[in-house]
């Protein structure tokens, strides 16, 4: 008798899952929003008053400059971690392609340039099941490295937690550990993208989806990756150098949003871990929330709760929404380079 009332709720819960899934999205989007908004509502008038100076706008272009910079070397990064599945590739191809397949991270979903990077890396000969694992990877290192620095930059945690939390995350990705996680990941999206490629194909009958890659071509490709995960490919030592390469790219990130503050206001030394520490805590939020394509809104929330008490509302505010617009012009940039790249490359053969 217990055991089937387990099993009904069970059903229940899965039930319940399935019809409240696709609206969760839009709870998080609307929350954020809705938070964002009431600070604004409260805090418009020191919004206003806010002046971008002309000495300013220097700040800004070396912000936008630094953020783009940031994007070609985490697209290094990513070659380091195709190499760890021994896979040998050229640190142009991988930075064209991460540069073009960034962009798509806007899409809604928010998983587009995760499966651009699949399907280039099988064109270009890569296997797929370590195309498929280097960009589950990539987030998770990336997310690691940004929990890292946020412990050890952000002061409202004690010692004692910041050295438990810094060993529990260096210990999480050891492969032994790291392994299971990420090929239970791999399991979890692919089975997930499939039913949704299926949703989307029974909606647009035989329309094309996409002008590159139709649902139909990424569901064949993801059953090709799909059959061959009895082939084991772990990580066989320790991602540090991966690891290493995503702390530098989160500093990167860091500084291009410290630039930004020091646009619209003077930022005294002794603040500047605090602000690192917020951004790297608000970075990490809005890369592992679901829901949040980019991690807008999710990201600009965050920043504006850790740093309010520290900083004025109007500053984080402006700061936030500034940085935004830097981000997204360094997406769109790098994703311009990357096609005006992959274009000389083609006049050259």
């Given at each position: 008798?217990?055991?089937?009332?387990?099993?009904?709720?069970?059903?229940?819960?899965?039930?319940?899952?399935?019809?409240?899934?696709?609206?969760?999205?839009?709870?998080?989007?609307?929350?954020?929003?809705?938070?964002?908004?009431?600070?604004?509502?409260?805090?418009?008038?020191?919004?206003?008053?806010?002046?971008?100076?002309?000495?300013?706008?220097?700040?800004?272009?070396?912000?936008?400059?630094?953020t783009l910079f940031s994007l070609i070397f985490v697209g290094w990064v990513w070659m380091l971690i195709l190499r760890e599945f021994r896979q040998p590739v050229t640190a142009a191809w991988a930075i064209q392609v991460?540069?073009?397949?960034?962009?798509?991270?806007?899409?809604?979903?928010?998983?587009?340039?995760?499966?651009?990077?699949?399907?280039?890396?099988?064109?270009?000969?890569?296997?797929?099941?370590?195309?498929?694992?280097?960009?589950?990877?990539?987030?998770?290192?990336?997310?690691?490295?940004?929990?890292?620095?946020?412990?050890?930059?952000f002061d409202q945690f004690n010692w004692l937690l910041r050295l438990v939390g810094c060993a529990a995350i260096l210990t999480a990705i050891h492969p032994r550990i790291l392994n299971p996680i990420v090929l239970f990941?791999?399991?979890?999206?692919?089975?997930?993208?499939?039913?949704?490629?299926?949703?989307?194909?029974?909606?647009?009958?035989?329309?094309?989806?996409?002008?590159?890659?139709?649902?139909?071509?990424?569901?064949?490709?993801?059953?090709?990756?799909?059959?061959?995960?009895?082939?084991?490919?772990?990580?066989?030592?320790?991602?540090?150098?991966?690891?290493?390469?995503?702390?530098?790219?989160?500093?990167?990130?860091?500084?291009?949003?410290?630039?930004?503050?020091?646009?619209?206001?003077?930022?005294?030394?002794?603040?500047?871990?605090?602000?690192?520490?917020?951004?790297?805590?608000?970075?990490?939020?809005?890369?592992?929330?679901?829901?949040?394509?980019?991690?807008?809104?999710?990201?600009?929330?965050?920043?504006?709760?850790l740093l309010s008490d520290r900083f004025s509302t109007g500053i984080i505010l402006s700061a936030v929404a500034l940085y935004r617009i830097i981000s997204i012009l360094a997406d769109v940039s790098g994703a311009a380079?990357?096609?005006?790249?992959?274009?000389?490359?083609?006049?050259?053969?």
């Open positions: 008798m217990g055991k089937q009332h387990l099993h009904r709720v069970q059903n229940f819960l899965k039930i319940a899952k399935s019809h409240l899934k696709p609206y969760l999205r839009y709870l998080i989007l609307g929350g954020t929003f809705l938070f964002i908004a009431k600070a604004f509502l409260t805090h418009w008038r020191e919004v206003a008053n806010i002046q971008i100076r002309a000495e300013s706008f220097p700040l800004l272009a070396i912000a936008l400059g630094v991460f540069l073009k397949t960034n962009i798509a991270k806007y899409l809604p979903g928010n998983i587009w340039h995760f499966w651009g990077r699949i399907l280039e890396a099988k064109k270009a000969g890569i296997f797929p099941k370590a195309a498929t694992l280097s960009v589950l990877l990539e987030p998770l290192l990336m997310a690691s490295a940004g929990v890292l620095i946020g412990l050890i930059c990941v791999e399991r979890l999206k692919l089975s997930k993208n499939n039913g949704e490629n299926s949703k989307v194909e029974e909606a647009a009958g035989d329309r094309p989806i996409l002008r590159l890659e139709s649902s139909s071509n990424l569901a064949k490709k993801t059953s090709t990756v799909k059959s061959r995960r009895h082939i084991n490919l772990p990580l066989k030592r320790y991602p540090l150098v991966p690891l290493i390469g995503q702390m530098c790219f989160i500093g990167l990130r860091g500084c291009g949003f410290l630039l930004t503050v020091m646009a619209l206001t003077p930022v005294n030394f002794s603040n500047i871990p605090n602000l690192f520490g917020a951004f790297c805590f608000a970075f990490v939020v809005g890369l592992v929330v679901p829901g949040a394509p980019g991690g807008m809104g999710v990201f600009e929330a965050t920043a504006i709760a380079l990357a096609k005006l790249d992959r274009q000389r490359d083609r006049h050259r053969k």
